[in-house]
């Protein structure tokens, strides 16, 4: 792990673009951090997994849903969504791009096997890691995202970008996109 991995673009459209059959890009504007109104702001703005903040402003433990995966040779990537135990309530919608040689063996294959959400795996192993958010999102859902956060008409809602650096290596590209809270 001595040389540093690649960054690649991290933005919206470049995320989306994994996927070349999506058909459910939002409209989006950049925003400052602090312009991120409440409860949104405490959800995206900051440098946690948004597993653990979902959980914890939810009361409720999330589960993983793959929608869609591409894999490569050095890397994966999934849209996915999380849900609400409980309820089955989808909370987030997003795109990953993870970088596999910074993972190891174990974290691969349990990232492998889609059961699990991120960053419950990375606190699992333990693996030392620092989020770095790069972008914070004003969102208007697409109609494939109001179908999954149970929306009559295209709220607006807040995401961020973000790096997770593991082992001092950018690994994982991010979009998290809070479903609206209402």
């Given at each position: 792990?001595?040389?540093?991995?690649?960054r690649?673009?991290?933005d919206?459209?470049?995320?989306?673009?994994?996927?070349?059959?999506?058909?459910?890009?939002?409209?989006?504007?950049?925003?400052?951090?602090?312009?991120?109104?409440?409860?949104?702001?405490?959800?995206?703005?900051h440098d946690?997994?948004?597993?653990?903040?979902?959980?914890?402003f939810?009361?409720?433990l999330v589960?993983?849903?793959?929608?869609d995966?591409?894999?490569?040779?050095?890397?994966?990537?999934?849209?996915i969504?999380?849900s609400?135990?409980?309820?089955?309530?989808?909370?987030?919608?997003?795109?990953?791009r993870?970088?596999?040689?910074?993972c190891?063996?174990a974290?691969?294959?349990?990232?492998?096997?889609?059961?699990?959400?991120?960053?419950?795996?990375l606190?699992k192993?333990?693996?030392?890691?620092r989020?770095?958010?790069?972008?914070?999102?004003?969102?208007?859902?697409?109609?494939?995202?109001?179908?999954?956060f149970?929306?009559?008409e295209?709220?607006?809602?807040?995401?961020?970008?973000?790096?997770?650096?593991?082992?001092?290596?950018?690994?994982?590209e991010?979009?998290?996109?809070a479903?609206?809270?209402?």
């Amino acid at each position: 792990m001595s040389e540093p991995a690649p960054r690649h673009g991290l933005d919206l459209p470049t995320l989306y673009g994994l996927f070349p059959t999506a058909d459910d890009l939002p409209g989006y504007e950049l925003v400052p951090g602090d312009a991120v109104p409440p409860p949104y702001h405490g959800l995206l703005v900051h440098d946690y997994h948004m597993t653990v903040t979902m959980e914890a402003f939810y009361g409720d433990l999330v589960d993983v849903r793959v929608l869609d995966k591409r894999r490569t040779p050095d890397d994966y990537a999934r849209k996915i969504l999380l849900s609400l135990q409980r309820t089955g309530k989808v909370v987030q919608f997003g795109i990953v791009r993870i970088l596999l040689q910074y993972c190891s063996p174990a974290v691969r294959e349990e990232i492998l096997a889609e059961q699990t959400p991120l960053g419950r795996i990375l606190i699992k192993h333990a693996v030392l890691r620092r989020i770095e958010p790069t972008a914070y999102l004003r969102i208007v859902p697409s109609p494939a995202m109001m179908a999954w956060f149970g929306l009559a008409e295209p709220t607006p809602t807040y995401g961020r970008l973000a790096y997770i650096h593991c082992d001092h290596q950018p690994a994982v590209e991010l979009l998290e996109i809070a479903a609206p809270v209402m």
